[in-house]
């Protein structure tokens, strides 16, 4: 019979314990999890990779809920145990479900530091912990301006990052004199506050914060000097706290954390505790790699093998912190006794530093190349003596160089070096998978092993143990799949559809040979845009394989409304249809109508039952607000009736808004029109921004407006009106046949290069066969409110269930 376990904490050292308890006895338990998150399991370390923009909320997924089901592993979802009968043995949740267990794993992770200050309370006052700090900070930077993020660690710098990204002027408030104090010796510090600045981040040093000011929400910081600090946002970053509060009513030895013995046992029999909430030998560690640590030996523990204790862990921190390499193990500050190497390089930004003392390798810090930074670890974890050879072994060969695949030391490491720091993956587990799986690429590797899971920051080291053990003509160099299902690029899938005449998502997935044969949520909507482009007439439209704003043509809010945005063509409407717009705004009891940033209308806070109606009522092309489509064509009043203007930008902007529409593209696309090189319609930050001049117009490709900013380059200089939109034709439709899916153009074109689209679009033989794939594919669309209207089966996905039914579909 199996025994019941239940782990209290959906985070990354618990669900990592599960998941080797999986591999070991996949028999032995009955597995139960509550996470007060309403989230799979994710990776929490990337949550700055969201906020920068580099990743989405599923990027960062570890285990989505398909392998909660595949693995029968009930899981509660945003539910959090509030009582531990131990007497019993059962925990029960927040919303009432009670459930025995056998053996219990405490993973409740850690709290946020929030200063005890007045004003902390207030509205905008947040801390950055988790996917829901980073939704809060993402939706303030839509309507504010200025942040201060209060700590200058590892995790401010990291929000800071983020916060300049999402275009907010961020000030970073640190009570040290110099950044990352407990990472960084002083040197290493100034020059990553250097590159900081560069970056557009302001500092606050030697500042001690008194008050939060404002009314109900944050206007500013006070500090005790009396200098105030105005602010739309506080992010607090100062420090973390072991969440042990389900413990502490229990009965169960607390210090500053849950105190458990060598194999992760509390003073309570079969339960057990690991991760930040766990104290080891008087120690409560917050990074990832004494977490997994602990978790592998508690999955031994519970399932019976033999093992050594945990013997608490030797801690570095290897990461990026706003794209520059850090690392630092061990000791950093010289102190009496110790002498150090150095080298630094202020041209190139590289700065190490290895202390010794007594013979032995005790700590080290590094910036700008940690490429060294495995072997530098090993040895200060074995302690080797190195008397009289300090400079021949720290130094060794590559030492000091910016090697950037990994260090020529990547020959030289033993096979128990650690190469993934985040998941304890060594270089002999890297060479073994390499070896007994025909890996040939760090992706594979990643997938097989871990490696580079989580921070990113070893994917070097990871390249370079790979072109040691392949040799590099073996290794598929820098080739990354469309997503984990497969090892095809874009290219090669795109061609296998056109070559072998694929016409459905499931014929490419069977005959490429998916890994998934159902496919994810990253190739899924990839092929059905491929599939779209090149077939357009035989594709039929794969509509679940859409995200939900898409398959519901509106944008859905935080709090599951949607907007709406009708087709304003070029920004310009009329008394008639302004009046239609507040009529339905009116009898919908829409809470808010905006104008939005490309010239339409937005109402707001639209329930999804009420959505076919309102388009009814409206009587309005879509304004496909929501797709991956064109969205807008700005436009200024032009020669109608500016006196600068040179040209008529607006009808020139309706016309190709009219072009266009209802244009599936590989990412949105925005246009715009200026009438003159003033440019009113900033036309040079649009994907395709047109600019009139005295006798034509200047056509502009590549710009975007958004997260990163990027000025649009000029491309072609035509005379005509029909020259505008036979090149913006063709551009579009080269755009659509080269592009990855949800790739804007501002990256395709620096991917691509510009002589490469010049080139594409040279002659008018050229441009009129793009044209004219472009034309059918246009004549096939369809206005999406007027066929979900007009088709009751599609019309019928918008009911709102009975109440019964809704309870049903919830559960």
Same mark, same amino acid.
């Given at each position: 019979?199996?025994?019941?376990?239940?782990?209290?904490?959906?985070?990354?050292?618990?669900?990592?314990?599960?998941?080797?308890?999986?591999?070991?006895?996949?028999?032995?338990?009955?597995?139960?999890? =509550?996470?007060? !998150?309403?989230?799979?399991?994710?990776?929490?370390?990337?949550?700055?990779?969201?906020?920068?923009?580099?990743?989405?909320?599923?990027? @960062?997924?570890?285990? $989505?809920?398909?392998?909660?089901?595949?693995?029968?592993?009930?899981?509660?979802?945003?539910?959090?145990?509030?009582?531990?009968?131990? *007497?019993?043995? #059962?925990?029960?949740?927040?919303?009432?479900?009670?459930?025995?267990?056998?053996?219990?794993?405490?993973?409740?992770?850690?709290?946020?530091?929030?200063?005890?200050?007045?004003?902390?309370?207030?509205?905008?006052?947040?801390?950055?912990?988790?996917?829901?700090?980073?939704? &809060?900070?993402?939706?303030?930077?839509?309507?504010?301006?200025?942040?201060?993020?209060?700590?200058?660690?590892?995790?401010?710098?990291?929000?800071?990052?983020?916060?300049?990204?999402?275009?907010?002027?961020?000030?970073?408030?640190?009570?040290?004199?110099?950044?990352?104090?407990?990472?960084?010796?002083?040197?290493?510090?100034?020059?990553?506050?250097?590159?900081?600045?560069?970056?557009?981040?302001?500092?606050?040093?030697?500042? #001690?914060?008194?008050?939060?000011?404002?009314?109900?929400?944050?206007?500013?910081?006070?500090?005790?000097?009396?200098?105030?600090?105005?602010? $739309?946002?506080?992010?607090?970053?100062?420090?973390?706290?072991?969440?042990?509060?389900?413990?502490?009513?229990?009965?169960?030895?607390?210090?500053?954390?849950?105190?458990?013995?060598?194999?992760?046992?509390?003073?309570?029999?079969?339960?057990?505790?690991?991760?930040?909430?766990?104290?080891?030998?008087?120690?409560?560690?917050?990074?990832?790699?004494?977490?997994?640590?602990?978790?592998?030996?508690?999955?031994?523990?519970?399932?019976?093998?033999?093992?050594? %204790?945990?013997?608490?862990?030797?801690?570095?921190?290897? /990461?990026?912190?706003?794209?520059?390499?850090?690392?630092?193990? %061990?000791?950093?500050?010289?102190?009496?006794?110790?002498?150090?190497?150095?080298?630094?390089?202020?041209? !190139?930004?590289?700065?190490?530093?290895?202390?010794?003392?007594?013979?032995?390798?005790?700590?080290?810090?590094?910036?700008?190349?940690?490429?060294?930074?495995?072997?530098?670890?090993?040895?200060?974890?074995?302690?080797?003596?190195?008397?009289?050879?300090?400079?021949?072994?720290?130094?060794?060969?590559?030492?000091?160089?910016?090697?950037?695949?990994?260090?020529?030391?990547?020959?030289?490491?033993?096979?128990?070096?650690?190469?993934?720091?985040?998941?304890?993956?060594?270089? %002999?587990?890297?060479?073994?998978?390499?070896?007994?799986?025909?890996?040939?690429?760090?992706?594979?590797?990643? *997938?097989?092993?871990?490696?580079?899971?989580?921070?990113?920051?070893?994917?070097?080291?990871?390249?370079?143990?790979?072109?040691?053990?392949?040799?590099?003509?073996?290794? &598929?160099?820098?080739?990354?799949?469309?997503?984990?299902?497969?090892?095809?690029?874009?290219? !090669?899938?795109?061609? *296998?559809?056109?070559?072998?005449?694929? &016409?459905?998502?499931?014929?490419?997935?069977?005959?490429?040979?998916?890994?998934?044969?159902?496919?994810?949520?990253?190739?899924?909507?990839?092929?059905?845009?491929?599939?779209?482009?090149?077939?357009?007439?035989?594709?039929?439209?794969?509509?679940?394989?859409?995200?939900?704003?898409?398959?519901?043509?509106?944008?859905?809010?935080?709090?599951?409304?949607?907007?709406?945005?009708?087709?304003?063509?070029?920004?310009?409407?009329?008394?008639?249809?302004?009046?239609? @717009?507040?009529?339905?705004?009116?009898?919908?009891?829409?809470?808010?109508?905006?104008?939005?940033?490309?010239?339409?209308?937005?109402?707001?806070?639209?329930?999804?039952?009420?959505?076919?109606?309102?388009?009814?009522? /409206?009587?309005?092309?879509?304004?496909?607000?929501?797709?991956?489509?064109?969205?807008?064509?700005? &436009?200024?009043?032009?020669?109608?009736?500016?006196?600068?203007?040179?040209?008529?930008?607006?009808?020139?902007?309706?016309?190709?808004?009219?072009?266009? !529409?209802?244009?599936?593209?590989?990412?949105?696309?925005?246009?715009?029109?200026?009438?003159?090189?003033?440019?009113?319609?900033?036309?040079?930050?649009?994907? =395709?921004?047109?600019?009139?001049?005295?006798?034509?117009?200047?056509?502009?490709?590549?710009?975007?407006?958004?997260?990163?900013?990027?000025?649009?380059?000029?491309?072609?200089?035509?005379?005509?009106?029909?020259?505008?939109?036979?090149?913006?034709?063709?551009?579009? #439709?080269?755009?659509?046949?080269?592009?990855?899916?949800?790739?804007?153009?501002?990256?395709?074109? #620096?991917?691509?290069?510009?002589? @490469?689209?010049?080139?594409? /679009?040279?002659?008018?033989?050229?441009?009129?066969?793009?044209?004219?794939?472009?034309?059918?594919?246009?004549?096939?669309?369809?206005?999406?409110?007027?066929?979900?209207?007009?088709?009751?089966?599609?019309?019928?996905?918008?009911?709102? /269930?009975?109440?019964?039914?809704?309870?049903?579909?919830?559960?």
């Amino acid at each position: 019979m199996k025994r019941k376990l239940v782990l209290v904490g959906n985070g990354m050292a618990g669900v990592w314990c599960v998941e080797h308890i999986l591999k070991l006895a996949p028999q032995q338990f009955d597995i139960t999890i =509550f996470g007060a !998150e309403p989230h799979p399991n994710y990776n929490r370390i990337l949550l700055s990779s969201v906020l920068a923009g580099d990743s989405s909320m599923k990027d @960062i997924v570890l285990n $989505d809920w398909d392998w909660y089901r595949d693995n029968n592993i009930a899981f509660h979802a945003g539910q959090a145990v509030t009582k531990l009968d131990t *007497a019993n043995k #059962q925990v029960v949740s927040d919303k009432g479900i009670t459930v025995a267990y056998d053996e219990l794993i405490l993973a409740t992770g850690s709290l946020p530091f929030m200063l005890p200050i007045p004003g902390a309370d207030k509205e905008g006052v947040i801390a950055f912990r988790d996917i829901k700090d980073c939704e &809060t900070m993402m939706e303030t930077a839509k309507q504010y301006k200025k942040a201060v993020v209060i700590g200058g660690g590892l995790l401010g710098l990291e929000a800071a990052r983020g916060l300049l990204n999402l275009n907010m002027e961020v000030s970073v408030v640190h009570i040290n004199n110099y950044l990352m104090e407990r990472q960084l010796d002083e040197t290493a510090s100034r020059m990553l506050q250097v590159e900081l600045e560069r970056q557009g981040m302001k500092f606050l040093l030697e500042k #001690q914060t008194e008050q939060i000011v404002g009314k109900k929400r944050v206007t500013g910081v006070k500090f005790k000097d009396g200098s105030l600090a105005e602010a $739309d946002l506080v992010v607090m970053a100062v420090g973390i706290r072991p969440n042990v509060a389900l413990a502490k009513e229990s009965g169960i030895e607390l210090n500053r954390g849950i105190v458990v013995n060598d194999y992760l046992q509390t003073n309570v029999p079969n339960v057990y505790a690991v991760g930040e909430c766990a104290e080891h030998r008087g120690v409560a560690y917050g990074l990832v790699a004494p977490l997994y640590e602990q978790g592998d030996v508690l999955a031994k523990k519970l399932c019976g093998l033999e093992c050594e %204790g945990y013997q608490g862990s030797v801690t570095s921190t290897k /990461l990026k912190v706003s794209g520059v390499d850090v690392f630092s193990g %061990g000791q950093y500050n010289d102190e009496p006794g110790t002498r150090a190497i150095k080298i630094q390089d202020e041209f !190139e930004g590289i700065y190490k530093k290895v202390l010794v003392r007594e013979g032995k390798v005790v700590g080290a810090v590094m910036f700008g190349d940690t490429s060294d930074s495995s072997r530098i670890f090993k040895l200060i974890r074995t302690g080797e003596d190195i008397s009289g050879r300090e400079k021949e072994i720290v130094l060794g060969e590559g030492f000091g160089g910016k090697s950037g695949s990994g260090g020529a030391g990547v020959e030289s490491m033993s096979d128990d070096e650690i190469v993934c720091g985040c998941n304890g993956v060594t270089k %002999g587990a890297i060479v073994k998978a390499i070896q007994e799986k025909g890996l040939t690429s760090v992706e594979e590797i990643k *997938a097989c092993t871990n490696a580079s899971r989580s921070c990113g920051g070893c994917k070097p080291l990871v390249a370079g143990v790979l072109n040691c053990t392949l040799g590099e003509d073996a290794v &598929t160099a820098a080739k990354e799949g469309v997503c984990g299902c497969t090892t095809l690029d874009r290219d !090669e899938v795109v061609a *296998a559809i056109r070559s072998m005449h694929l &016409t459905t998502s499931k014929e490419v997935m069977h005959v490429l040979e998916w890994n998934n044969p159902e496919g994810c949520s990253k190739c899924r909507p990839a092929l059905n845009y491929y599939l779209g482009m090149a077939w357009p007439v035989e594709h039929a439209e794969e509509r679940e394989s859409r995200f939900v704003n898409e398959r519901n043509h509106a944008n859905i809010q935080k709090d599951g409304t949607y907007s709406v945005i009708p087709r304003i063509y070029g920004g310009v409407t009329s008394p008639q249809e302004l009046k239609k @717009i507040a009529e339905v705004a009116e009898k919908y009891d829409v809470p808010m109508v905006k104008f939005t940033g490309g010239q339409r209308i937005d109402l707001l806070g639209v329930k999804k039952e009420d959505l076919p109606r309102m388009w009814e009522d /409206l009587d309005m092309p879509s304004g496909y607000g929501y797709g991956k489509a064109l969205r807008t064509v700005k &436009t200024c009043v032009g020669s109608t009736f500016c006196r600068f203007g040179t040209q008529d930008s607006i009808s020139m902007g309706i016309e190709l808004e009219k072009r266009f !529409e209802r244009l599936n593209t590989p990412a949105k696309v925005k246009m715009a029109v200026s009438g003159c090189p003033r440019n009113c319609a900033e036309a040079t930050i649009k994907d =395709f921004g047109v600019v009139a001049i005295d006798g034509g117009w200047e056509l502009y490709i590549g710009g975007n407006g958004g997260v990163r900013v990027r000025a649009s380059d000029l491309m072609w200089k035509v005379k005509t009106e029909e020259e505008v939109f036979e090149y913006s034709a063709a551009f579009m #439709q080269y755009y659509r046949e080269s592009a990855k899916w949800n790739e804007r153009t501002s990256e395709w074109v #620096q991917r691509v290069g510009l002589d @490469i689209i010049r080139e594409a /679009l040279d002659t008018e033989e050229k441009r009129k066969a793009l044209v004219a794939r472009i034309d059918e594919a246009l004549n096939l669309m369809k206005d999406p409110w007027k066929e979900i209207i007009e088709t009751p089966e599609l019309r019928s996905m918008f009911e709102a /269930l009975p109440e019964k039914e809704a309870a049903a579909a919830a559960e």
